[in-house]
């Protein structure tokens, strides 16, 4: 597959590149992106969520009434889950939701993503970023002039750039990665991912050997 290498007014440079079918053009693995995505969203959770229990609500343990002789089930607390302000019953506890993935096992998910990306022409390419201070009405244009204003961005830069960083982290639909930072989630998560020459040739050598 090739694209049209463009510049940052949005015109085509006159260069073509051909993308690696090492990384752009294998078969996807759809459940190796499924559980490459579960483990990341199970990553995000913060495994907090805690209610309490007949032992730890703070009440009075007296009998509320005789045993016998009423007519109804015999009531020993008013910490018993059957009454309001009661403890809960199997009621959620603090628990890890992480789990492991096999290195390998990720790298084919993240390379089946990129691979997906590449079949449904959602892949872009620019020479670079030229910005010479962080503004973010100035990188909108930028998003502007390469048609990519309205949907969901993931550009992804060789190493971190500061600029870029800045200047886009305002923008509601714009995400930027490092090459060696990316996931599948933000991957599949994309309208277009947006390379620029050099994360291009940086992806290219962390996958092609894969």
């Known amino acids: 597959m090739e694209l049209s290498v463009l ?31 579960k483990q990341y969203l199970a990553n995000q959770r913060q495994g907090t969520h805690k209610s309490k229990e007949r032992n730890e ?8 009434k005789k ?34 993935l096999n290195k390998k096992l990720k790298n084919i998910a993240r390379l089946s993503a990129l691979s997906t990306l590449a079949r449904n022409n ?12 962080p503004k973010t009405s100035a990188f909108a244009g930028i998003l502007t002039n390469l048609k990519v204003a309205e949907r969901k961005t993931l550009i992804v830069t060789a190493q971190k750039d500061e600029k870029v960083y800045l200047s886009s982290r305002n923008l509601q639909k714009v995400k930027v990665a490092e090459a060696a930072n990316l996931n ?9 991912l947006l390379l620029t020459e050099d994360s291009l040739k940086t992806l290219e050598q962390l996958y092609s050997a894969e």
């Open 7 to 37: 510049n940052s007014t949005g015109q085509d440079t006159g260069r073509k590149v051909t993308l690696s079918d090492a990384v752009f053009g294998i078969e996807p693995n759809t459940h190796a992106m499924y559980l490459d995505v």
């Open 57 to 64: 609500v703070s009440g009075t343990t007296k009998k509320l």
């Open 67 to 100: 045993q016998k002789g009423t007519g109804g089930a015999r009531a020993g607390s008013m910490k018993s889950p059957v009454f309001i302000g009661g403890g809960r019953v199997f009621g959620p506890r603090p628990r890890n939701y992480s789990f492991k």
């Open 122 to 133: 959602k892949v872009a390419l620019v020479d670079a970023f030229t910005i010479e201070a």
């Open 184 to 192: 599948t989630y933000d991957l599949l998560n994309a309208d277009t």
